[in-house]
């Protein structure tokens, strides 16, 4: 990283964060911890980000072991099953493979964490148990930062990016993750990318109260956290 990156990377992170307004954040990007609803719809378990999850970690061991244990750990073609899709970076340095062909769950994020941290208008994110996702190369080389701990350091619910390029791979909670389907490469080749725009198309919006634009797209809008605040019509007015 550049002195200057490295000078400001220091002084974001010196800087105390004011608190933050209950609907303001999403569960990854988030420096409070709200409940966790909407998300215990997946196979009757209820995977949640981690951040919404009030307690600690059930134990320190268990993060530290993170290397140890999927999505980082290495699994045999065997285990791991066929592959459905194939993911990297910008340079290439981390690609991951995908045994799942659609995710739990799809959503554009319109919390103001999402806008700053992606530098975009919006965050498009696929949830996907951790056990579909595998590294293929380059997991030693991923970087962090847990924005609700403020540290670099291994901590759920962390982002994670590829330590050269600084692409976002993911953000990792406790049971799940969340992955930026801009990243599949099938994307890059894929004529129409008819294929991969249905298999990551969004279920809903979230945070549409803090949006930078309208998206007439007729899909389910939240205020705030989905299932858990209001819904909204395409211009942002409350339904009855
Ligand atoms: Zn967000
Ligand atoms: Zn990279």
């Known amino acids: ?31 409070r911890i709200p409940t966790m609803a909407g998300m215990a719809q997946y196979n009757g378990s209820s995977p949640d980000l981690g951040d919404t999850n009030p307690s600690p970690p059930k134990s320190p061991a268990d993060e530290s072991e993170w290397s140890k244990r999927p999505p980082y750990s290495i699994r045999s073609p065997e285990e791991f099953g066929p592959v459905k899709w194939r993911g990297k970076c910008q340079c290439g340095q981390v690609t991951y493979q995908l045994s799942r062909d659609r995710p739990l769950k799809s959503k554009f994020c319109h919390c103001r964490g999402c806008q700053v941290m ?38 759920l619910p962390t982002k994670v990016y590829c330590s050269f390029c600084r692409t976002p791979i ?58 858990q605040s209001d819904l909204l019509d395409d211009e942002g007015r409350k339904k009855e």
């Not at 990377?9 to 608190?19: G, K, M, Q, V």
């Not at 949830?127 to 924005?147: C, M, N, P, Q, V």
């Not at 994307?187 to 298999?199: P, T």
């Open 1 to 31: 990283m550049s002195s200057i990156g490295a000078l400001w990377t220091a002084f974001l992170c010196r800087r105390p964060l004011p608190p933050a307004p209950p609907s303001f954040f999403c569960r990854i990007n988030s420096h």
């Open 118 to 155: 992606h530098g975009a208008p919006f965050q498009w994110a696929a949830i996907f148990h951790k056990s579909d996702l595998a590294f293929t190369r380059g997991a030693e080389g991923l970087t962090f930062y847990s924005s609700s701990a403020g540290t670099r350091e291994y901590t």
């Open 170 to 227: 993911m953000d990792e909670g406790r049971n799940v993750c969340l992955l930026f389907p801009q990243a599949i490469e099938s994307a890059d080749y894929d004529g129409d990318r008819k294929h991969w725009r249905e298999a990551f198309e969004i279920d809903c919006h979230i945070f549409y109260g803090k949006r930078v634009l309208e998206v007439p797209d007729g899909k389910p809008k939240w205020s705030g956290l989905d299932e």
